[in-house]
């Protein structure tokens, strides 16, 4: 990845490209749950965006290796596909972005209030 593509974020956007054709293969319900993780994992994103490109690619395969055996989409991702994807991104309760962002506005507030 070169530095224009960092920084206009053409790379992921290709990377999603290539992510959204390979759902298109999926069964109907696997489709709706892979809108449904995505929704769930931007919560959890860093500013770019570039921390879930991973966890997204390994979520996809999963998904894809699960429908070519057969399996129902409930077997593999449960009922809480909400808790799935805050586990993914690390822990229950897991932050996102605006938390930590919250907190640093905070802190800086409090280091000039004197607290």
């Not at 974020?9 to 290539?18: I, V």
């Not at 489709?31 to 996809?60: C, Y």
Request: glycine share 8%; hydrophobic share 40%; net charge negative.
């Amino acid at each position: 990845m070169n530095l224009w593509e960092k920084i206009t974020g053409s790379d992921m956007t290709k990377e999603l490209k290539a992510f959204e054709a390979r759902a298109k293969k999926l069964p109907a319900d696997y489709q709706a749950a892979w809108d449904e993780i995505k929704a769930n994992l931007w919560l959890h994103s860093d500013f770019t965006g570039r921390n879930l490109m991973p966890i997204l690619d390994g979520v996809l395969g999963l998904l894809e290796e699960t429908a070519a055996d057969g399996q129902i989409v409930q077997e593999v991702l449960g009922d809480d596909i909400k808790g799935f994807c805050s586990a993914l991104a690390g822990e229950e309760g897991a932050k996102s972005y605006r938390d930590k962002w919250r907190e640093q506005l905070n802190h800086t507030i409090a280091k000039k209030l004197g607290k």
